[in-house]
């Protein structure tokens, strides 16, 4: 006599003339064995490599361009899209510093030493690299350039304009900024900075030749007045 197991889930097993109590004995150990298969298929290192892979989600990344008007004042040595002359200007900040205008406390700004050859000047940290943080400057004000040992300056169309010994250039015109000359952004009182050409000159008092040469900054001023 042919016994078949019935199951909802091994319709097509059939077994071999058996003895009840054996039938039924067999039956359990393939069930049995298919649970184990089952169990050890879902676990295999190809399916959990499968799912791992489907877990994972794509990274994007969005570059933003640096912005063309941005540069930095001192030039460094990995940037290699800045290039740098030997010779160094430094702005010294000469205002008053009255800030009635303007409504309240504001303080004086730094000096700026400008080693790179274009520098943007304005009151917006992110789009100007010599940065005065006064209401009357512009947020991007002017441009500052050095070319053949000459420091040049162009006003970018600012609202309260900029001054070279007290005269105002015309926007987009670029105009030469002799050492010794005031050189004033917007405000006479809170940015306003003396002109001065710094050289490099090797210290004459170094004895040993093996040692680093030693340069120092000598500013030269204006002879003309």
Known sequence: MEVSAHCHCYKSLVLPKLPPHAAHAALSHVVAFRQRSSSINSTSPQLLRLQRQRQR?????SIKPKSKNHRTIYAASSSSWIQTSPEKWLLEPVGDGDSRHIGFKVPMPNAFEISSNE??????????????????????????????GKLLVTDLDSTNGTFIDNKRLSAGVVATVPPGSCLTFGDEHLAVFRVSKLENVEAASNPDPSQDKVETDIPIESTTS
Do not use: C, N, W
């Open 119 to 148: 520098v943007t000047v304005g009151r917006l940290p992110e789009k100007a690299d010599m940065v005065i943080p006064v209401a009357t400057v512009s947020g991007v004000h002017a441009r500052i350039q050095k070319k053949e």
């Open 57 to 61: 989600q794509p990274l994007l990344f």
